[in-house]
């Protein structure tokens, strides 16, 4: 009889997940459908549980009254956080090989060097391209202004990745030299956790940013990583960002994607110069011809 009555407190009506997709969609531009209704039901149920209401119904009257202040809670339930050290290697053998070597030449009079990892999730990115970074630039870090920007829309992750504090698994395809260089084991009870270097934290700043809203950034960006979360967004979204990620870097900046990702209809704007990799051309046509 328990169980009964739980499944039916617990169901997911048509009109409910209706209003939770478009609830997503209005908050966070991410697209949902009917394939990902188990998933939804999943990740909500946990919700329901914790702040002890009945069904999904009353969710989403929740939703309707407190939609500013569940918003934080919601996004940190729904968001999806797959990521590794050096996932997608090939992208950070380009910046360390090609990508760098030739902004230290061009940015040699300004000695500054911006990035961006706009959905920076637990850190594994951003850490990784700071330690790319520190391979090739660690001699040139006292007389250059090197910053990377981390942002991610989930507050809880984003507070993981500040700490710097990580599973002993996390690194375990990381290379030998990474591992002993930047990475220190912790000891007794932390003795299956790493932490990774200050200087590899010196070089970043978190930020919480749903890339819907305004960005408050005011410089431009030399190298642009934002991999995996065009896929999320329907393609009206997806160029609307890609328009303002062309704004966003300096003529020649490299804009980096995933590996399904592709630009669409702003191809034109940039060079493909790799695998998902793309730089800005330096005469861009005007963005009002093209083609949402």
Request: proline residues 2%; aromatic residues 12%.
């Amino acid at each position: 009889m328990l169980t009964a009555k739980r499944e039916c407190a617990f169901k997911l009506s048509d009109d409910d997940f209706s209003f939770i997709c478009q609830f997503v969609y209005d908050t966070t531009g991410i697209v949902l459908n009917e394939k990902k209704r188990e998933m939804l039901y999943r990740r909500f149920t946990r919700i329901i549980r914790d702040r002890k209401l009945a069904s999904f119904a009353d969710y989403c009257q929740l939703l309707r009254k407190n939609t500013e202040q569940e918003t934080d809670y919601f996004i940190n339930a729904i968001t999806t956080n797959l990521t590794s050290f050096f996932r997608e290697n090939h992208h950070f053998d380009f910046l360390l090989l090609e990508e760098l070597p030739r902004l230290i030449k061009s940015n040699s009079k300004t000695k500054r060097l911006r990035v961006w990892s706009c959905a920076s999730s637990t850190g594994e990115e951003p850490y990784s391209i700071a330690i790319t970074i520190m391979e090739k630039m660690k001699s040139l870090l006292t007389s250059w202004d090197i910053k990377i920007l981390a942002t991610d829309i989930d507050s809880n992750v984003l507070s993981k990745a500040k700490k710097g504090i990580y599973d002993l698994k996390k690194i375990e395809n990381v290379t030998l030299k990474y591992k002993n260089t930047y990475f220190h084991r912790g000891l007794g009870e932390n003795s299956a956790k790493v932490r990774v270097d200050k200087s590899l934290q010196s070089l970043l700043t978190f930020k919480q940013l749903n890339l819907l809203h305004e960005w408050p950034m005011k410089g431009k960006f030399d190298v642009i990583f934002c991999r995996n979360v065009i896929i999320y967004f329907d393609k009206e979204t997806q160029q609307e960002l890609f328009s303002r990620y062309l704004e966003a870097l300096n003529p020649g900046g490299i804009l980096i994607l995933g590996h399904s990702e592709n630009l669409g209809a702003y191809l034109n704007q940039f060079e493909h110069i790799g695998r998902t990799i793309y730089r800005k051309k330096s005469h861009c046509a005007p963005l009002s011809v093209l083609p949402l």
